[in-house]
């Protein structure tokens, strides 16, 4: 009996102990864990400073949640890109203000309310870190001084700012997170994170673009498993071809038939092709059709330069702009092309068409009025624009923004432009001109484009790996000579002379220029450019005046013992030619003859034998002889 008593303590306190285990099993089990993962990991843009990422996601199990009047403690969630710079926009509240996004519970447009940094969010106490209390299985905890008798909140905070803490680092401070119990995963998302792409080598091999997560206090968001995360594949985006002008001509032809009338000719194109579908978006998913729509659905895809968006937000996002000029998530435009002339010589039009159509059944190019400005459309995105080259202005730019685009096909557009212009007394200026394509806009420091920056930077923004090629020459005037028989062997030698008869009565504009001779034959020199009114040289000049002969003899221009034929390129019309074989030291064995006149101009690497056809009417002197 003794001993039986000595176990009644023991089994009081055995049945205290199974008690509080009943006790306990019928509370949620389990402890509080959550799992990091990156949404979809997109392919990024190698040639983009601010390309989105893809979405964080945190699922959150397990856990107590907070009961009434119970504080639920907030952490601090940190975002680092370890290879390159955040460059999400920054906005004007604070200066440090990012774009980026982290939501609880994937709030539904309607409910979307938002939490900027420098707001009191909590109605509490200034001094306390824990702005909101518990309500139990029932959901996310409630604002401190926002809980009615229900101990309810029916407009709770849902949505919370970033801040900028470094270049490669955003935080999202004193973010309350209750844990769900067996309600279900708390999903927390970050969204509206841009990175500077331009870090990743160019090529089709992608580099992949992590970001690492760190949570402070560690116990207030308990991330298991590998807080390194894949949001993003990196690789080029663009691929540009460039075409010269086939239409390369002489000063005094005009572009079309006649001096008087001029068509339009080939200035040459540039293709810009995606070499991923998705590379090349619109603004929203609207394209730029009466306003940007909003992108609020958490978790979507969109395919656009804008990221998360809302105008509104909640009716209190506090992340616009001065005067709502620019909002979280919202790109400045869509993808933009830019093609830019250099050089064109003067009395040169460019023609550009306003629209451009893709391969696709619906992706489209618009013209729009500046690189980095708000879309303009130029012509109502019909017809053509024009630009005429002088001395003094002859640069000009194309600007071109995605308006349409099918996300699920990679598309290219191919940009056609056309010249002209006019013959004497209004012919255009020699030289040649450059073209070059690329994305747009491709921004200047300062700013420095790899960071994040405030409104009025634009998104997107490019580097700028574009290389100009030549287009359209324009050359002076020409006339071709062919001297048959040229000699100074066996004690003979030729005089040979050009006369440029430019100068007339019947009121021909003057011309003037150097003649290019080229020898084909028995110890044959190097070509040579006339000097003047005599000699010959490598360098050459002066030019050959208007209404003065070239002469000498092949002797004089110590060409020993050649014999063949000569060519003689003048860089003017209405040259003449005169050849005169003497025996040196006689008086009676000579002979002359007139040069003949190649049909003017040849064609590039390739002399037709239709004598006086090419050109076309009213083209100049095309003599037989």
Known sequence: MADFRRWIPVLALLAIVLGVAATANAQPQGAFTCIAAGGVSPLLRQESYVEQTGDIVINCTGGFPKGPGELVPTVNVQIFLPQTNITSRLLNNTGTASEALLMVDEPAPAAQKVCAVGENCAGGPPATNFPYIGVGAAGQACEYNNCGAAA?????????????????????????????????????????IRANATF???????????????????????????????????????AVTQTASTANGQQCF???????????????????????????????????????????????I????????????????????????????LADFGTRFRVIFTNLQAGITVTAPNEVHMNSTTGDLCMTATESGPYSAVGACTGTSTFTATASSNTVEFVYEVVAAETGVTEQAIVHFNFNWSGPPHQP???????VGWFAPTPIAPPDPTIAQPIGVPIPRFVDFSTPIADLTIV????????PFVTDMGGFDTGLAISNTSTDPYGTTPQSGVCTLSFFGDNAPSACITTGQSGCSATGGPDIPSGTTWASSVF????????????????????????FV????????????????????????NRQPSPFTIKGANSGEQLGY
């Open 556 to 579: 004089g221009l110590n060409f020993l013992n050649f014999q063949g034929y000569v060519i003689a390129d003048c860089e003017f019309q209405y040259a003449h030619g005169f050849a």
């Open 582 to 605: 003497t025996k040196v030291g006689t008086t009676d064995l000579a002979m002359g003859y007139l040069a003949l006149i190649i049909p003017d101009p040849p064609a590039p690497n």
């Open 152 to 192: 309810t909140d029916t407009s709770p905070f849902n949505i919370w700012q970033g801040s900028q803490a470094a270049a490669n680092s955003v935080v999202f401070n004193n973010v309350p997170i209750d844990p769900p119990g067996t309600a279900g995963p708390r999903v927390i998302r970050i969204t509206n």
């Open 254 to 300: 005009a572009s079309g038939s006649g001096n008087d009338e001029s068509s339009l000719v080939d200035g040459g194109t540039i293709t810009f092709a995606e070499t991923f579908a998705s590379s090349f978006k619109t603004r929203t998913t609207n394209g730029t059709a009466s306003g940007p729509l909003d992108q609020n659905i958490p978790g979507a």
């Open 302 to 329: 969109f395919n656009t330069e804008s990221a998360f968006y809302d105008v509104n937000s909640g009716n209190t996002f506090g992340l616009q702009s001065i005067a709502g000029s620019a909002a979280a998530g």
């Open 429 to 435: 200026a020699l030289g040649t001109n450059n073209i």
């Open 476 to 483: 002076k005037c020409a006339t071709h000579l062919l001297f």
């Open 200 to 238: 990743a080598p160019r090529g089709t091999v992608p580099t992949t673009l992590f970001a690492l997560i760190s949570a402070s206090p560690p116990q207030s968001l308990p991330i298991t498993n590998n807080a390194q995360q894949v949001v993003g594949l990196v690789l080029s985006g663009l």
